[in-house]
């Protein structure tokens, strides 16, 4: 995603590294420069808005 996508993610948004559905995570944090994401796998990370492009938007899944 930009760092114009970026920014528009929500503290709940599900996430994937790159186009893989195996790579999850969920924003628990955004600020002016960065979102933190926790991975499934138990690690959390903080990335630069404009370092979000192997990051993706997992798509809601209808109810």
């Known amino acids: 995603m930009t760092g114009d996508q970026s920014r528009g ?8 590294w790159g186009a893989t559905t195996t790579d999850l995570g969920t924003v ?17 990370s903080s990335v630069s808005h404009n370092d979000m492009v192997k990051v993706e938007r997992v798509p809601m899944k209808p109810m």
């Not at 993610?9 to 994937?16: E, T």
């Not at 944090?29 to 796998?41: L, M």
Request: proline fraction near 0%; hydrophobic fraction near 40%; include cysteine.
């Open 28 to 44: 628990i944090a955004t600020s002016w420069s960065e979102v933190t994401i926790s991975w499934d796998d138990g690690d959390a």
């Open 9 to 16: 993610l929500k503290v709940g948004d599900r996430v994937c």
